[in-house]
């Protein structure tokens, strides 16, 4: 076994600075680079180092062992600083509670129930825009997934002034994100505007989050809505079986922090791929109209909409929303054939195993079709949502929002690109593209071949 201080090096290190400089130029790029170093990278941002892995399995078996490869590290600091301890960054000694008791609000029968309130707000959506109306398509999708979460969360609690400050500050936190990543101790607490702002925001989320879980605890009633099934989850096995008002409070912003942006993301990019990939659009109306028959789209529907689901897990292999995370090595352990010792940081991106062209092949490419054969994906290759005990429990809560949203807009209207339009990506927290304005044009489904 080698020594951790034989593992290669990334291109392009500079004294002192270390990689600051072609992460901050084109992470991306950087990122698509680091495979034809090793298995196993190191890269520096400043006095920090952190180990990158590359490879599919060996991503796996860091992260189903996630007893000894921890949430941790300079990355998932930044999401615990704005997420708190919650089910999904919560350390390993907390988790296995966490999930017990959170894990009866995703259950089919709720997810069912969760679908009507998805239903009502995309029609609500689409039938607010008029032909020729020029949206800003990333804005449009987070503030109909914000509305969603927090109807899931806690149905008709929150008015619509209270929600747009919810969504307004849910942007300052993700703008300011990435630039907290590069900022240090103490420059990272200093007074600077955009540090104020961000604990603004923050504050501000926690505040209304925990006003309305005071209100429950006090009226004790079941609203039939996420919040309710994670009050009533009890673990009679458990010393503490119940979530406290901590827990409560850290879960519901995990919650709606993850799954507005999540979606929001993904569906801004199914719709900027499906503008300049008009063939994929085509299908894609011709399994609609087919399959909703001119009905707004449903639960019912989801076993039918083949090629709309296609059309997600493709957008979420090429700009994966979660590009990459960190982990924290809790005892000296091997991988890759080297040992890392307890304390080393550990970085897995999705984005790099769904970009290597020996998975992937023509990887930069949005295709589709490459999901009509699922066994042909390599395995352990695609990790949107990570995977093992610690994959996102509202992966299914997603993929049901962005397919039926998919299905939804495209069944009554085509989203077309300015022209001149060059897709350019927001590197933050997530990936999104920036600035992506698209016209709103109406489609008749009568001259569209059913399947």
Not at 107 to 115: K, S, V
Request: hydrophobic share 40%; with cysteine; aromatic share 6%.
């Amino acid at each position: 076994m080698m020594d951790h201080r034989m593992i290669p090096s990334g291109p392009r290190s500079l004294p002192l600075a270390g990689h600051v400089v072609p992460l901050l130029r084109d992470r991306l790029a950087f990122l698509r680079s680091l495979p034809a170093v090793g298995d196993l990278v190191r890269i520096r941002i400043g006095p920090l180092s952190i180990v990158v892995i590359c490879d599919p399995e060996l991503t796996h078996q860091a992260l189903v062992n996630d007893r000894v490869f921890d949430k941790g590290g300079p990355l998932l600091d930044r999401v615990r600083e704005l997420m708190g301890d919650g089910v999904a960054t919560c350390p390993h000694h907390h988790h296995r509670r966490l999930r017990r008791l959170s894990q009866p609000a995703f259950q089919p029968t709720r997810l069912a129930d969760y679908a009507k309130i998805m239903e009502t707000c995309l029609r609500q959506m689409t039938d607010a825009w008029s032909p020729g109306q020029m949206i800003d398509v990333h804005d449009q999708m987070m503030r109909t997934a914000a509305r969603i979460t927090t109807e899931t969360l806690f149905r008709d609690s929150l008015s619509d002034t209270t929600l747009g400050q919810l969504i307004d500050d849910l942007i300052v936190m993700f703008d300011g994100f990435l630039q907290r990543v590069f900022l240090l101790p103490p420059l990272d607490r200093l007074p600077l505007p955009r540090n104020r702002a961000y604990f603004a925001a923050r504050a501000r989320i926690h505040h209304t989050f925990e006003n309305v879980i005071a209100q429950r605890r006090a009226a004790s009633a079941d609203h039939g809505d996420l919040l309710s099934a994670l009050m009533a989850a009890h673990d009679p096995d458990d010393s503490e079986p119940r979530l406290s008002s901590a827990e409560l409070l850290e879960t519901v912003v995990t919650f709606f922090v993850g799954g507005t942006e999540s979606s929001a993301v993904t569906l801004a990019s199914a719709l900027d791929f499906l503008a300049g990939n008009p063939h994929v659009e085509q299908r894609l109306h011709k399994e609609v109209d087919h399959v909703l028959g001119g009905a707004p789209a449903s639960y019912a529907h989801l076993p039918r909409l083949h090629l709309a689901q296609h059309v997600i897990k493709e957008t979420l292999r090429l700009r994966p929303p979660v590009w990459i995370l960190t982990r924290t090595v809790t005892a000296d352990a091997e991988l890759g054939g080297y040992r890392l010792p307890a304390g080393t940081s550990v970085a897995y991106s999705p984005y790099i195993l769904h970009h290597r062209p020996d998975l992937y092949p023509d990887p930069e490419t949005f295709d589709p079709g490459r999901w009509e054969s699922p066994q042909q994906v390599p395995r352990h290759s695609f990790i949107p949502f990570g995977v093992g005990a610690r994959k996102c429990i509202g992966d299914s809560f997603v993929m049901i929002e962005d397919t039926l949203a998919l299905a939804e807009i495209v069944s009554r209207w085509r989203l077309e690109h300015e022209p001149g339009h060059r897709t350019r990506l927001a590197v933050a927290l997530s990936l999104k593209p920036s600035n992506l304005r698209m016209r709103v044009v109406p489609r008749s489904t009568a001259a569209t071949a059913v399947c």
